[in-house]
Every structure is written in structure tokens, then in C-alpha cells.
Antibody, heavy 119, light 110 residues
Framework: EVQLVESGGGLVQPGGSLRLSCAAS????????MHWVRQAPGKGLVWVSR????????SYADSVKGRFTISRDNAKNTLYLQMNSLRAEDTAVYYC????????????WGQGTMVTVSS | SSELTQDPAVSVALGQTVRITCQGD??????ASWYQQKPGQAPVLVIY???NRPSGIPDRFSGSSSGNTASLTITGAQAEDEADYYC?????????????FGTGTKVTVL
């Protein structure tokens, strides 16, 4: 079964750090671009970051650039999101998602992990 | 960065047809994808590319595009189609690939 499972969410104080993980299974992880998408409580989906298949190219939303770092370990079939200098407005469910080889669509999503930034 | 604008909410009678639209400059360059999200669940891809449905998505879902507007049509809406729907595309601004989601449309089936 094709699956993505996120972990690492939790409660963190403003200014703190957290690392999210996304474990992939059921497909050739190293062949796909991967993304992080977040959703604040009661709000819409927001794209956060993307990494290409071998990890050599990344991009970020302006709201997280310089604070978040996306990476991947293809040997472990795992995607990561290192989040530093966290702010209250980073509070959200964070989803990892797989991008289709064509058409830029996100065809597989994880169940999400909640990140709460609060003192 | 680009923006994708959707109507906040639409309603449809059971068995009738509803069209959800998504407007943005990036849609002149890239196809929209559409996602269905039910409360407490992860989004599910329902339409991608010119008008493609992933395996398992009913054929009552279809997509179209013209200029800066993409549309998702549900023909013969069912009770289980009540959900939030988001469009998404690659962002045409910037050197590195960026992506943008629409503001979302809540579909109510009456």
C-alpha cells in the first residue's frame, strides 16, 4: 500500500525548533518530488516547501524561507522538515505529499501532524 | 507570489450539478489540480491535468480550464460529496518551483 506517515509534531514555545518526519512506503520514494503543506485550524491549505527527487533542489514559501529546511534521506525513505524560530502563526497541521511525475499534482498525502506554537 | 481565488461556499441539491471555479494568473501557464477535504481528514486528489481522475474517483467529477479560470464540476452530486474543495497549481512567479492553493470552497449538498 502506498503510504505517507508524518510524525514529530507537538507543542513548542515561540522561538523554538521542531523536526517533522514523513515515512514513505509502497512506492519508489527516490523517484518523486515531495512537499510539505500546512493547514492552520479552521483555515485553508498552504504550500510550505518542496524538494526534488535527489534532494539537490528545494524551494520555500516566503512565510517560512530562512526558518524552515526541507530535506530527505532516500536510503531511509524519509522526508524531513526542520522548523526553527517558530512563531504562533506556524501553528497548523502539517501534511507531507507526493507530487505526480507530470501535471504538478499532489496524489498521495499523509494523515498530518499537529504543530502548536504557544507559550 | 500568485493567488488562486475561489468562492467561499456553494450549495447544490442532491443529484444536481455544481461548478466550482478557481481564478488566478498561474492558471494561464499551468493546469489546476483539485482536492476534496472532509472534516478531520487529509485532502484527496480528485482532478489533475487537463481532466484526469485518479483511480477510485467517480466519473461525476470533471475538470476544465479557460484562460485564467479552472473549474471543477460535480454532475449528479451525492451526499458524500459534501466537503471543502481546493484548487492548486504551480506558481508562475519566481525561479524555483513554487506552488499555490486556492482559498477553498465549501460545498453543501441539500
Amino acid at each position: 500500500e502506498v503510504q505517507l506517515v508524518e510524525s514529530g509534531g507537538g507543542l513548542v514555545q515561540p522561538g523554538g525548533s521542531l523536526r517533522l518526519s514523513c515515512a514513505a512506503s509502497g512506492f519508489t520514494f527516490s523517484s518523486y518530488w515531495m512537499h510539505w503543506v500546512r493547514q492552520a485550524p479552521g483555515k485553508g491549505l498552504v504550500w510550505v516547501s518542496r524538494i526534488n527527487s535527489d534532494g539537490s533542489s528545494t524551494s520555500y514559501a516566503d512565510s517560512v524561507k530562512g526558518r524552515f529546511t526541507i530535506s530527505r534521506d532516500n536510503a531511509k525513505n524519509t522526508l524531513y522538515l526542520q522548523m526553527n524560530s517558530l512563531r504562533a502563526e506556524d501553528t497548523a497541521v502539517y501534511y507531507c505529499a507526493r507530487e505526480t511525475p507530470v501535471n504538478d499534482a499532489f496524489d498521495i498525502w499523509g494523515q498530518g501532524t499537529m504543530v502548536t506554537v504557544s507559550s | 507570489s500568485s493567488e488562486l481565488t475561489q468562492d467561499p461556499a456553494v450549495s447544490v441539491a442532491l443529484g444536481q450539478t455544481v461548478r466550482i471555479t478557481c481564478q488566478g494568473d498561474s492558471l494561464r501557464s499551468y493546469y489546476a489540480s483539485w482536492y476534496q477535504q472532509k472534516p478531520g481528514q487529509a485532502p484527496v486528489l480528485v482532478i489533475y491535468g487537463k481532466n484526469n481522475r485518479p483511480s477510485g474517483i467517480p466519473d461525476r467529477f470533471s475538470g476544465s480550464s479557460s484562460g485564467n479560470t479552472a473549474s471543477l464540476t460535480i454532475t449528479g452530486a451525492q451526499a458524500e460529496d459534501e466537503a471543502d474543495y481546493y484548487c492548486n497549481s504551480r506558481d508562475s512567479s519566481g525561479n524555483h518551483p513554487h506552488y499555490v492553493f486556492g482559498t477553498g470552497t465549501k460545498v453543501t449538498v441539500l
